[in-house]
């Protein structure tokens, strides 16, 4: 399973749940305490209405780095034609 995390519309993480999410927290310095809820535990990281949230901007600017960094991903196969736009409507 994949899991998104976005603050202000921009991504922060997105990629596999679980410990690899987890991890890639831990990497940037915020390791989960244990005994916590993952998800709890990055909500409270990445929801600028939650106190003792983290640098937002350093969590999307970190992440636009790590994008750069991995391998690319092979594209998704196109559309099916009845689902690909046919045209402007004047």
């Known amino acids: 399973d994949k899991v998104c995390f976005m603050v ?9 749940a679980g410990a690899t999410v987890v ?3 831990s990497e940037l310095g915020f ?3 244990q005994m916590s809820n993952p998800a709890d535990f990055i909500l409270g990281l990445t929801n600028k209405d939650f106190p003792g949230h983290a640098d937002t901007r350093m969590l999307v600017e970190r992440w636009k780095v790590q994008i750069h960094q991995r391998p690319s991903e092979p594209e998704a196969p196109p559309a099916p034609a009845m689902f690909q736009r046919q045209g402007t409507m004047e």
Do not use: S
């Open 8 to 16: 202000d519309g921009r991504v922060v993480y997105f990629g596999m």
């Open 23 to 25: 991890n890639y927290f």
């Open 31 to 33: 390791p989960c305490p």
